[in-house]
């Protein structure tokens, strides 16, 4: 995944009233699954199942969760605000409200950890989260993130 890979136009979120990890994953879940053919269920369980392992957050109020997922023809992403933060386990043991949520084909793994350690130092911008933060519209958001592309 390219950084102009990532499109904006509908992978954008502003906003949600989530009160904890697995409302998060569930919006998050709903979303990739509508934009993909897959079932919710199993992105539910993907995300979950990855952050078992540990936490996807990696500070001030960031977290990139991701999944292998079968059955995906091409990576998909969504970008998610929250309206309040909420605890993650995040390394800093800062609560987390923006969440860049990947998943990635099981069968093509080529180009995932690239792909997703691109995506944290773009995201691990203070300036730019701080500007997410303050976007009152999506189209406000797209222009922060436009601005990050140029």
Known sequence: MQDNELCWDRDLILGIPAQDTRSVF????????????????AIFAGLMEREALGSTGFGAGFALPHALMPNLASPSNVLVTLRAAIEFNAPDDE????????????????????????????????????????????????????????
């Open 95 to 150: 609560p987390v409200d923006v969440f860049l949520a990947v998943i990635w084909p099981q069968d093509e793994q080529e180009g995932f950890l690239p792909g997703l350690a691109r995506q944290c130092r773009l995201f691990r911008s203070k300036k730019l989260l701080a500007a997410l933060r303050d976007a009152r519209s999506e189209t406000e958001a797209r222009s922060v993130l436009s601005a990050l592309a140029s």
């Open 26 to 41: 569930q919006a998050i879940a709903s979303h990739l699954a509508e934009k993909t053919g897959l079932d919710p269920r």
